[in-house]
C-alpha cells in the first residue's frame, strides 16, 4: 500500500473536514463558511481558517533565502 492510501485509510472525519473547509475557505464567505461549519461565531471561523493561514505564510516567508 502507498504511502498516500495508507493516509487516506487512517484520515479521520474531523481530518476531511478540516482539509475541505481549508480549501473552500478563500472562495467562499466567511458567514457561509462558519454557518457550515456549524460554528456559533465567525470569529471561530476566522482564527481556525483564515488567521492559521496567514501566520503559515509569514512563517513560510521568514524562512525563504532573500
Not at 487516506?8 to 467562499?28: F, K, M, N, P, V
Amino acid at each position: 500500500m502507498c504511502i498516500r492510501d495508507r493516509a487516506l485509510r487512517e484520515a479521520t472525519t474531523h481530518w476531511l473536514r478540516h482539509t475541505g473547509a481549508s480549501q473552500d475557505i478563500a472562495t467562499r464567505p466567511l458567514k457561509h463558511m462558519a454557518d457550515d461549519l456549524g460554528h456559533a461565531s465567525m470569529g471561530t471561523t476566522d482564527q481556525v481558517y483564515i488567521q492559521s493561514d496567514m501566520k503559515e505564510r509569514a512563517r513560510s516567508g521568514k524562512e525563504r533565502e532573500v
